[in-house]
């Protein structure tokens, strides 16, 4: 087995490079994997549980419900794990108007994932995954936050590193590839992105861990890394709609990602690396089927509270409010394109059957809430240390 204990064998090599430091060099992908037994069978689970979670994406006629939503918490979770604490009701809240206390630097970095994501997904409409892609998306995720001064858009021209806070080349955890070697690393890396040869997720796990080991950008190579997998696997639509993310997975067993990613690189162990990835896409895939159930369960359960009072536009607001549960009476008139007092209406009546009440104490620009729809997103999921 490749990188297996018994007989490892880095990723590639390292080299010497000009400063008297020592940088690594991976090798192209992708890389000889041995299909034993444990590997099959978590990818038989993966393409298992995201066949159920396409069937559910495909049984709604307006799947966009959750989508919105779903973006954000990974939006949340991906920012977390470089160090945001911004939470998903902090920032839900924000979008409808709310002047809140979360950290602003913080929030604007989620919000730029946000726009990054969805952008992306739009993008490849018109262009295929590829560097320049990569380069926009880098461009809008880092546009006037904590890094921007790291040449958004842009690939590095000088040498990063990574490792403790204040530590320094020679004392480094892994240094990728020098400025003068980053190209055509990246240039493979482009080549395999197009490569269809392999599982689509398999194929998103190997170019995941590829773009880490690259390290391409000065700053917010994680994030994009992330990203990467959302459109990988929109781009070869293996679902109807982009409902499945893993930042709550990486963020939750945060120690075991980094040291996989560092193993691959050390030891060529692709093998655990990929039964790790494959492990998270089956819990990821299966949270979120389960919270698209709480959701659907929650919609029915006010259409009867709401009994012959559900109107065809009542019902238009109850769907705003599960596709994000904040708003304002006047931006919800705008996104249906109705008049304010119709929209007032309908929030008078969610509001006195329960279903919504006022974020806030604001008295202009009233923030309405539908707290048991946030619950339902942000509900902890069961630790992803469960037993297979």
């Known amino acids: 087995m490749a990188g297996s204990a018994g007989n490892p064998r880095p990723h590639g090599r390292t080299i010497r490079c000009a400063g008297g430091y020592r940088a690594f060099l991976p090798a192209p992908l992708p890389p000889p994997i041995e299909w034993g037994g ?34 954000r918490r990974e939006a949340v979770l991906s920012s977390r794990i470089e160090g945001t604490r911004t939470t998903l009701e902090e920032l839900l809240a924000a979008e409808a108007g709310a002047k809140g206390a979360a950290d602003s630097a913080d929030l604007r970095e989620v919000a730029n994932y946000v726009a990054a994501l969805e952008y992306g997904l739009g993008r490849l409409n018109t262009l295929p ?8 998306l880098h461009e809008r995720l880092m546009r006037g936050v904590r890094g921007d001064a790291a040449t958004p858009g842009e690939f590095r021209r ?30 493979a890396l482009e080549q395999f992105l197009h490569d269809d040869s392999l599982p689509v997720l398999v194929h998103a796990a190997l170019a995941h861990a590829q773009f880490e080991a690259i390290h391409p950008f000065l700053d ?4 994009v ?8 696997l929109a781009e070869r639509g293996i679902l109807p709609s982009p409902l499945l993310y893993l930042s709550a997975y990486f963020e939750e067993t945060r120690e075991a990602y980094y040291a996989h990613l560092l193993a691959v690189t050390e030891a060529g162990a692709w ?8 492990r998270g896409v089956r819990m990821q895939a299966d949270d979120a089927l389960a919270r698209i159930g709480r959701l659907d369960t929650l919609l029915d359960s006010w259409r009867d509270d709401l009994a012959d009072a559900l109107s065809p536009r009542l019902e238009e607001v109850l769907g705003l ?39 806030g104490s604001s008295r202009r620009n009233r923030i309405y809430g539908a707290r048991a729809v946030l619950a339902a997103l942000d509900a902890t999921a069961p630790s992803p240390f469960q037993p297979s």
């Open 38 to 71: 444990a590997l099959a069978a978590a990818l038989s689970r993966a393409d298992l549980a995201v066949g159920r979670l396409a069937g559910e994406g495909r049984r709604f006629a307006n799947p966009h419900m959750f989508i919105r939503s779903f973006i």
């Open 129 to 136: 995954l590829s560097l320049r892609l990569i380069r926009e």
């Open 158 to 187: 000088s040498q990063n590193w990574i490792g403790p806070p204040g530590c320094t080349l020679d004392d480094a955890s892994y240094v990728p590839p020098p400025p003068d070697e980053l190209m055509s690393c990246l240039d």
């Open 220 to 223: 917010g190579n994680g994030r």
């Open 225 to 232: 890394g992330r990203l990467l997998i959302t459109l990988l």
């Open 271 to 278: 093998e655990d690396w990929l039964v790790y990835f494959l």
């Open 321 to 359: 409010f599960v596709e994000s549960p904040f708003w304002t009476v006047g931006e919800i008139g705008r996104t249906l394109g109705i008049a304010y007092t119709t929209a007032r209406r309908a929030v008078d009546r969610l509001e006195e059957a329960g279903i919504v009440s006022q974020a």
